[in-house]
């Protein structure tokens, strides 16, 4: 039963750590555009022709898909573990 209680321990740790990272991907992601918006856009531009438009909705559906596999993926996992190791110790 240890062994079980230490891998489910572990597995909630090493989730919470990926849904961190995976937000500070994001963080990344989103100071990128922000700052060399104008730079990622010309190059993309220049090998697809797209439009500021365009690319900005790629750009933010792109952060929202991310974002909801990270929930979905990650946290939600993490948190029904740590839900069931409380309702488990308690």
């Not at 438009?53 to 946290?75: N, P, Q, R």
Request: charged share 15%; with cysteine; aromatic share 14%.
């Amino acid at each position: 039963m240890g062994s079980n209680r230490d891998f489910f321990e572990t597995l909630q740790k090493v989730l919470l750590r990926c849904w961190i990272a995976g937000f500070a991907i994001l963080l990344v992601w989103f100071v990128a555009i922000l700052g060399l918006s104008d730079t990622i856009l010309q190059i993309h531009s220049s090998m697809f022709g797209i439009t500021k438009h365009e690319f900005d909705l790629i750009m933010y559906c792109g952060m929202g898909l991310w974002k909801l596999i990270l929930i979905v993926c990650f946290f939600l996992p993490w948190l029904s573990i740590k839900m069931v190791n409380r309702s488990v110790e308690g």
